[in-house]
């Protein structure tokens, strides 16, 4: 009785999930002046599923980002994107996937995709997989959101994989990732970070060399808007890392309008702390006009949690992009808890953009 009971409940749990959590949504190259309909508040566990459905000309659009440095050294970095953004691309293309590979010191190697013939995201469980068909990229990721792959096949420049194992719960900007949780961080801007820390392993090859490091500190998110994103940024800071048994996210923005937003993400050992959309406070210090590390030299932050307060401070290493005013690069982070142990140190990425 009891056997069949479970029979019974296995086969309607089967059908139950499979036609509610599969899905499958193929996005065009092109854009279209159609209606759109964008998704703003989390109906769902999939953080990564599409969020913008009919991609207008003057949008943004949406992206799917990846980055991992290397845990020993913040001279071995990678940074990937997945987009569907005629901002980045064209009006008619524009599905394509770049990444910049950093292999040493002076050692930044970049490919950008052919534009592809279709994206194809095919959600399972929690997990979004996707295919940008005919460039040799592709990631992919388990039922429950532990691991993702990112792989890159031929044609694509730079070949090899990028596996990111989750040590930190995903968040929205202002909260954990909660159904009927808001995932807009700005009026029209959409984000959510799926994975905000993971043990990484990279095992890439670039014309002949291999570029690879295993346990680096990985990072994943999405960004959409149905505006351009001139019109939703005049400037941002974004950082991550990890401190010891803290792993910390911090993005500070100015909107076009002048109003100020910030979001922090504290977690210990897999467990989420503190989602703070205020209290959050960040410093930059300038660097020398003659540097080769772009305007910014170090970044102080600090994040409430719980009755407590994490203070990271972020020197700037190296820089991976510098472009049109979008400058992405690595760092050291130092710090831990206020009046609690502070000589935690860590390999961490930033990025920042300014309005011209
Ligand atoms: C996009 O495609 C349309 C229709 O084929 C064409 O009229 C238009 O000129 C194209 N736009 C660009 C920027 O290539
Ligand atoms: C590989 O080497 C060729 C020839 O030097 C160069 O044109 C190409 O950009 C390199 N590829 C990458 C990904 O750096
Ligand atoms: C999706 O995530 C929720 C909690 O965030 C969890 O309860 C559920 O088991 C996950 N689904 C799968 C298929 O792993
Ligand atoms: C920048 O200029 C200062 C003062 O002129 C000099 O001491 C320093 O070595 C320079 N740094 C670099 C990276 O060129
Ligand atoms: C970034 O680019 C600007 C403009 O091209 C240039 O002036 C600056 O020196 C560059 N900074 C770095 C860090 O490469
Ligand atoms: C961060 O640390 C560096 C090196 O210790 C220090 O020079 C800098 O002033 C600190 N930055 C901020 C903004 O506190």
């Given at each position: 009785m009891k056997l069949l009971y479970r029979t019974i409940t296995l086969l309607f749990g089967i059908s139950i999930t499979s036609a509610r959590s599969t899905s499958s949504v193929i996005i065009p190259p092109a854009t279209s002046n159609g209606p759109t309909h964008t998704e703003f508040?989390?109906?769902?566990?999939?953080?990564?599923?599409?969020?913008?459905?009919n991609v207008q000309p003057t949008m943004y659009g949406q992206a799917w980002s990846f980055d991992a440095i290397s845990s020993k050294d913040p001279f071995y970095s990678i940074f990937a994107v997945f987009s569907a953004s005629p901002e980045y691309a064209s009006v008619n293309n524009t599905l394509d996937v770049f990444i910049y590979v950093q292999a040493g010191p002076d050692k930044v190697y970049t490919a950008i995709s052919k534009f592809a013939e279709f994206a194809e995201l095919n959600t399972h469980g929690n997990g979004t997989s996707g295919i940008w068909k005919g460039t040799g990229c592709s990631f992919s990721a388990s039922e429950d959101m532990s691991t993702m792959t990112v792989h890159f096949t031929h044609p694509f420049e730079i070949t090899g994989s990028v596996v990111l194992r989750a040590v930190a719960p995903p968040h929205y900007p202002c909260s954990?990732?909660?159904?009927?949780?808001?995932?807009?961080?700005?009026?029209?801007f959409g984000w959510n970070n799926a994975f905000p820390d993971a043990k990484t392993n990279v095992d890439l090859k670039v014309n002949g060399t291999q570029v690879k490091f295993e346990d680096g500190i990985g990072y994943q998110d999405l960004s959409w808007a149905d505006t351009s994103l001139e019109d939703v940024f005049e400037h941002y800071i974004w950082i991550h890392g990890r401190l010891g048994p803290y792993s910390i996210v911090v993005w500070f923005i100015t909107g076009s309008d002048g109003t100020q937003k910030t979001s922090g993400y504290v977690s210990k050992d897999g467990e989420l702390l503190s989602t703070p959309c205020s209290g959050v406070t960040i410093e930059t210090e300038a660097a020398a006009p003659?540097?080769?590390?772009?305007?910014?030299?170090s970044f102080s932050v600090e994040i409430p949690f719980e009755n407590q307060v994490i203070v990271a401070n972020l020197t700037v290493n190296n820089v991976l992009i510098n472009e049109s005013n979008l400058v992405h690069g690595t760092g050291i982070i130092r710090g831990g808890v206020k009046d609690g142990r502070m000589d935690y140190s860590g390999s961490a990425a930033f990025e920042h953009l300014t309005s011209v």
């Open positions: 508040i989390a109906s769902s566990k999939s953080l990564n599923s599409p969020k913008i459905f954990p990732a909660d159904i009927g949780a808001s995932m807009e961080f700005l009026p029209h003659n540097s080769t590390i772009g305007p910014i030299q």
